[in-house]
């Protein structure tokens, strides 16, 4: 015999060892499932084919061994309660001794199960019905898309007598699973820039995560609000620079190459939240001297993965945001790292507490940071009411409270910068 069993059957009979049998005829597989029916646990059990169903009290069952006992039990009764002695001998007794347990596969036989599982308390209920007649109610309840009737109906007893139950056992097609390639993991160095003050974060997250992602990590890294724009730019001018250099091409010649500049920031590339006036189809743009140059290239940071734009160790980019405080971030992929185990998003280092919004950029930053070590001052005494802290060290980097929140607040700002600007 052949129990498929559900997961939460699978739950209460703890001992159940999952095989990869099939069954010898369409009588020996049932699917087994857990019901509630008048606050008790019953096991409602249905052939695969047929969906004739027996159902008997789960007390008392907690191995697999004592489940196909009893059973097998119930199979016989409904076999002989309904006059199918001579289905139940040649095709069922003799593999009662034996009995495997698997997962069950059929999604559309476990939906009618469901289904059916839906109203077996109402059944119950009605006229003061017991199991009994709540069995023959199951057994003869007409069912769509059942055996093999011209029609597509049919009930379960039908079905169970039918020429369909006699052909040969249809066996599941398993598909093996790809295996999947390992995740790549990125560890990031991140510092603020122009500042006296040492503020920088170590960071790890996961190289396919969209650009996006990454920039709501940063602003959620140093303490910003998300109530503002930001860009990722990219440079790669200095690394052919140097790569001319490393063939032998000097200064000098180098200044001879016409239109050298553009040459070098023709691979420039910028990754931004898109707005009306992003993306301009001109490649391309004049100064005041009618000097032509070569614009760098926009992409979204909704369409952008991170490993895109970061390609080997020492890739760096900055990070602007808020255009108007003018804060800038530099960027600098340290390590690629290939370990499903590695948690991510994750701040593994850092120091200072980090910015505050709309006041002023760096400058302004200075000084609150004078005030706050003095422990002084109009914009101290601002701070910390904002703060509703007034002993609070900015030099200091809580990386325990910013990973509790990091996740919940990295989905904030995602959600928050899709939204139309």
Same mark, same amino acid.
């Given at each position: 015999?052949?129990?498929?069993?559900?997961?939460?059957?699978?739950?209460?009979?703890?001992?159940?060892?999952?095989?990869?049998?099939?069954?010898?005829?369409?009588?020996?597989?049932?699917?087994?499932?857990?019901?509630?029916?008048?606050?008790?646990?019953?096991?409602?059990?249905?052939?695969?084919?047929?969906?004739?169903?027996?159902?008997?009290?789960?007390?008392?069952?907690?191995?697999?061994?004592?489940?196909?006992?009893? =059973?097998?039990?119930?199979?016989?009764?409904?076999?002989?309660?309904?006059?199918?002695?001579?289905?139940?001998?040649?095709?069922?007794?003799?593999?009662?001794?034996?009995?495997?347990?698997?997962?069950?596969?059929?999604?559309?036989?476990?939906?009618?199960?469901?289904?059916?599982?839906?109203?077996?308390?109402?059944?119950?209920?009605?006229?003061?019905?017991?199991?009994?007649?709540? %069995?023959?109610?199951?057994?003869?309840?007409?069912?769509?898309?059942?055996?093999?009737?011209?029609?597509?109906?049919?009930?379960?007893?039908?079905?169970?007598?039918?020429?369909?139950? !006699?052909?040969?056992?249809?066996?599941?097609?398993?598909?093996?699973?790809?295996?999947?390639?390992?995740?790549?993991?990125?560890?990031?160095?991140?510092?603020?820039?122009?500042?006296?003050?040492?503020?920088?974060?170590?960071?790890?997250?996961?190289?396919?995560?969209?650009? =996006?992602?990454?920039?709501?990590?940063?602003?959620?890294?140093?303490?910003?609000?998300?109530?503002?724009?930001?860009?990722?730019?990219?440079?790669?001018?200095?690394?052919?620079?140097?790569?001319?250099?490393?063939?032998?091409?000097?200064?000098?010649?180098?200044?001879?190459?016409?239109?050298?500049?553009?040459?070098?920031?023709?691979?420039?590339?910028?990754?931004?939240?898109?707005?009306?006036?992003?993306?301009?189809?001109?490649?391309?743009?004049?100064?005041?001297?009618?000097?032509?140059?070569?614009?760098?290239? %926009?992409?979204?940071?909704?369409?952008?993965?991170?490993?895109? =734009?970061?390609?080997?160790?020492?890739?760096?980019?900055?990070?602007?945001?808020?255009?108007?405080?003018?804060?800038?971030?530099?960027?600098?992929?340290?390590?690629?790292?290939?370990?499903?185990?590695?948690?991510?998003?994750?701040?593994? %280092?850092?120091?200072?507490?980090?910015?505050?919004?709309?006041?002023?950029?760096?400058?302004?930053?200075?000084?609150?940071?004078?005030?706050?070590?003095?422990?002084?001052?109009?914009?101290?005494?601002?701070?910390?009411?904002?703060?509703?802290?007034?002993? !609070?060290?900015?030099?200091?980097?809580?990386?325990?409270?910013?990973?509790?929140?990091?996740?919940?607040?990295?989905?904030?700002?995602?959600?928050?910068?899709?939204?139309?600007?």
């Amino acid at each position: 015999m052949l129990f498929r069993f559900t997961n939460s059957t699978i739950e209460k009979i703890k001992d159940i060892v999952l095989s990869e049998e099939s069954a010898e005829n369409r009588y020996c597989e049932w699917i087994c499932d857990s019901v509630l029916i008048e606050r008790k646990h019953y096991f409602f059990v249905s052939n695969s084919y047929s969906m004739v169903s027996v159902i008997f009290p789960a007390k008392g069952i907690n191995s697999f061994e004592r489940f196909c006992t009893v =059973c097998n039990a119930e199979i016989k009764r409904i076999c002989n309660e309904n006059g199918w002695e001579s289905i139940y001998n040649e095709f069922i007794s003799k593999n009662c001794e034996t009995s495997f347990a698997a997962k069950t596969w059929n999604r559309s036989f476990t939906a009618k199960m469901n289904h059916e599982k839906m109203y077996l308390d109402q059944i119950y209920k009605m006229d003061d019905r017991n199991l009994s007649e709540v %069995e023959k109610y199951i057994n003869s309840d007409i069912m769509k898309n059942l055996g093999d009737s011209k029609d597509g109906y049919g009930t379960p007893k039908e079905v169970f007598v039918s020429d369909f139950m !006699k052909l040969p056992v249809t066996t599941p097609e398993i598909k093996t699973p790809k295996p999947k390639a390992p995740k790549v993991y990125f560890q990031f160095y991140t510092q603020l820039e122009d500042f006296s003050t040492k503020i920088w974060r170590r960071f790890i997250i996961d190289s396919n995560e969209k650009m =996006c992602t990454l920039g709501s990590l940063l602003i959620a890294l140093f303490e910003a609000q998300g109530g503002h724009l930001y860009e990722f730019s990219f440079d790669n001018s200095k690394k052919y620079e140097q790569m001319l250099k490393e063939k032998g091409i000097t200064k000098k010649e180098l200044n001879k190459i016409p239109m050298l500049e553009s040459l070098l920031t023709m691979d420039n590339f910028t990754v931004s939240i898109p707005d009306e006036e992003s993306f301009d189809s001109k490649p391309y743009f004049l100064d005041m001297e009618g000097k032509v140059h070569i614009k760098p290239k %926009e992409f979204s940071v909704f369409d952008t993965k991170i490993r895109e =734009c970061f390609k080997e160790i020492d890739d760096e980019c900055i990070f602007a945001y808020d255009f108007g405080d003018g804060w800038q971030f530099s960027l600098k992929l340290e390590k690629i790292i290939q370990n499903e185990e590695t948690k991510a998003p994750l701040a593994i %280092e850092g120091e200072g507490y980090g910015i505050f919004e709309d006041v002023g950029g760096t400058y302004a930053l200075e000084e609150i940071y004078k005030q706050f070590k003095n422990k002084n001052g109009e914009m101290y005494d601002s701070i910390s009411d904002w703060l509703e802290e007034t002993d !609070k060290d900015l030099t200091v980097f809580d990386m325990d409270d910013m990973n509790k929140n990091l996740k919940s607040r990295i989905r904030m700002f995602n959600q928050s910068y899709k939204e139309p600007w």
